[in-house]
């Protein structure tokens, strides 16, 4: 009896479409462990709750107001002057030097493609601004390390976009939906010509 319940189960588990459905529901329920409900008071009362893929962010991201370091200065700032646009969303940390290393491209494609899609870099580390500044302007470099401007002290998007590592891109369309969250290696030519082609196609 027991050979044959194995036996059947093991035919079950064979099957590709019995494995996907497997990891799906194993996705679900971890997904489900590492997600704070909206009462659990981990990161403050209220939480923001993750973006999932597809979705939209919710209407605060563009009115949440954010610290910003541009233009060699810090201000207080929404985002509503991104929308209407696709926006990548850069996550770094002072510590991090291939974070930093990749500033240069992402200036690059704000100078090739800036008319098209939005870059901003997010610091979501509770980080000193004087050594978040002396990383941006390269003080002590002789040229500025990046012409992006930077939200800094974040925790909101870091609730909207959980992430474990950096540096990560969110990719966001001019609608504001979550196409995509990827390495640095994601981070091409191509695929920033693709999703600036496929806005001014229509494509939705």
Same mark, same amino acid.
């Given at each position: 009896?027991?050979?044959?319940?194995?036996?059947?189960?093991?035919?079950?588990?064979?099957?590709?479409?019995?494995?996907?459905?497997?990891?799906?529901?194993?996705?679900?329920?971890?997904?489900?462990?590492?997600?704070?409900?909206?009462?659990?008071?981990?990161?403050?009362?209220?939480?923001?709750?993750?973006?999932?893929?597809?979705?939209?962010?919710?209407?605060?991201?563009?009115?949440?107001?954010?610290?910003?370091?541009?233009?060699?200065?810090?201000?207080? *700032? @929404?985002?509503?002057?991104?929308?209407?646009?696709? #926006?990548?969303?850069? $996550?770094?940390?002072?510590?991090? !030097?291939?974070? %930093?290393?990749?500033?240069?491209?992402?200036?690059?494609?704000?100078?090739?493609?800036?008319?098209?899609?939005?870059?901003?870099?997010?610091?979501?580390?509770?980080?000193?601004?004087?050594?978040?500044?002396?990383?941006?302007?390269?003080?002590?470099?002789?040229?500025?390390?990046? *012409? @992006?401007?930077?939200?800094?002290?974040?925790?909101? #998007?870091?609730?909207? $976009?959980?992430?474990?590592?950096? !540096?990560?891109? %969110?990719?966001?369309?001019?609608?504001?939906?979550?196409?995509?969250?990827?390495?640095?290696?994601?981070?091409?030519?191509?695929?920033?010509?693709?999703?600036?082609?496929?806005?001014?196609?229509?494509?939705?």
């Amino acid at each position: 009896m027991m050979k044959s319940t194995l036996h059947n189960l093991y035919k079950v588990f064979k099957s590709k479409r019995a494995r996907v459905m497997l990891l799906c529901l194993v996705s679900m329920f971890s997904l489900s462990a590492q997600t704070p409900r909206k009462d659990s008071g981990a990161d403050g009362p209220n939480p923001a709750q993750p973006v999932m893929l597809g979705f939209r962010v919710p209407e605060e991201f563009w009115s949440h107001e954010f610290m910003i370091f541009e233009n060699g200065k810090y201000t207080n *700032q @929404t985002l509503e002057k991104y929308r209407g646009k696709p #926006l990548i969303l850069d $996550f770094w940390a002072t510590w991090c !030097p291939s974070c %930093i290393a990749k500033f240069p491209k992402v200036d690059r494609f704000k100078r090739i493609y800036g008319d098209h899609i939005n870059f901003i870099l997010v610091n979501s580390f509770d980080t000193d601004t004087k050594k978040i500044t002396t990383v941006l302007t390269g003080e002590g470099a002789k040229r500025q390390v990046t *012409q @992006t401007a930077s939200i800094v002290n974040d925790v909101y #998007l870091k609730q909207l $976009f959980p992430h474990q590592s950096v !540096p990560i891109y %969110i990719w966001l369309d001019e609608y504001g939906r979550l196409q995509a969250s990827s390495t640095a290696n994601f981070l091409n030519d191509y695929q920033v010509r693709a999703m600036v082609e496929r806005m001014k196609g229509g494509k939705q």
